[in-house]
């Protein structure tokens, strides 16, 4: 009897929960606010400017915020007949990473979704690509670098083969896994009703793996833009990757930190873009 009634309020406790946590979720009010990342990205600012201060480290190793934003200045002005950081602006810089992280992404969404729903749907294809698959995710994207230069010449074609090796893998896998988790009633009913099997996959198949193919593409989209660094660092200038391992040359740790910095909010921003069009594309996701 103790047992029971000591079991009964955990269980409303946790439905009560999960509907505030429903609830807040239709009115909006369980959203991260703007303010709190300012408030986190301020405080790193002043623990860095802290610790530069108080080791005393050389500007060329450890440059406070104060250098970095020195650095974003020299990024957008010219000096003399330079223009920019090594020949470039920044904009020039960001735009040729992006241009070739949007390629390779765009090659792998347009590889890894069909592959994804192949694998899920016939079981020929997964026993024969699986295998080959996970192989390629398991490898890191300096392994086979190399043998991309060798094949493609130090352009822009091999980093753009190296993006997309990087990308199409989470894509296929987060597609075959949404497809598995497709419910069996729903594949037979519109089976019942005269559907060919081109027709299941469009109305059945492609509307329920919607949000698991958003998040596979977000997945790929983080690991192209933790790539670009790897894929830049033969010839490639202008690029922000080419930028951060050309600084080295330069004995300048400001740029370094400087094309991190743009990095990594260029890629919050597209993450949240893609976050808002998963919930356009799959505004069900999560309570269906």
């Known amino acids: 009897m103790t047992l029971l009634s000591s079991t009964v309020p955990t269980e409303g406790r946790r439905v009560g929960w999960i509907d505030r946590r429903l609830k807040a979720a239709e009115t909006g009010a369980g959203t991260r606010r703007w303010y709190g990342g300012l408030l986190v990205g301020v405080t790193a600012i002043a623990l860095w400017w802290l610790v530069a201060l108080v080791t005393r480290a050389p500007s060329m190793l450890l440059?406070?915020?104060?250098?970095?934003a020195q650095a974003f200045w020299e990024s957008v002005t010219s000096h003399g007949s330079r223009d920019g950081?090594?020949?470039s602006y920044l904009w020039v810089h960001l735009w040729n990473s992006f241009r070739r992280v949007l390629e390779g992404l765009g090659l792998g969404v347009l590889v890894g979704i069909p592959l994804g729903l192949a694998l899920g749907l016939v079981r020929a294809v997964d026993w024969a690509f699986g295998p080959i698959l996970e192989f390629i995710r398991a490898l890191p994207?300096?392994?086979?670098?190399p043998l991309l230069i060798l094949w493609f010449g130090i352009g822009d074609t091999s980093k753009?083969?190296?993006?997309?090796?990087?990308?199409f893998a989470p894509i296929a896998v987060a597609t075959a896994a949404g497809v598995?988790?497709?419910?069996?009633?729903?594949?037979n009913a519109v089976l019942v009703l005269?559907?060919?099997?081109?027709?299941?996959v469009r109305l059945v198949v492609l509307p329920?793996?919607?949000?698991?193919?958003m998040t596979g593409i977000r997945l790929s989209s983080?690991?192209?833009w933790t790539t670009i660094v790897a894929a830049e660092t033969v010839n490639g200038l202008p690029g922000l990757g080419g930028l951060a391992w050309a600084s080295q040359k330069e004995l300048r740790a400001d740029i370094a930190i400087l094309s991190i910095i743009v990095i990594g909010l260029v890629a919050v921003a597209s993450d949240g873009l893609l976050r808002a069009l998963e919930r356009r594309v799959a505004p069900w996701k999560g309570r269906a």
Not at 63 to 68: I, M
Not at 180 to 187: D, L, Y
Not at 194 to 200: N, V
């Open 194 to 200: 005269g559907a060919g099997r081109f027709e299941m």
């Open 160 to 167: 753009i083969w190296l993006l997309f090796l990087a990308s």
């Open 63 to 68: 440059p406070t915020p104060l250098k970095v």
């Open 208 to 213: 329920s793996v919607a949000g698991d193919i």
């Open 85 to 87: 950081l090594l020949g």
């Open 180 to 187: 598995a988790g497709v419910r069996n009633e729903r594949v």
């Open 141 to 145: 994207p300096l392994g086979y670098y």
């Open 222 to 224: 983080s690991f192209a």
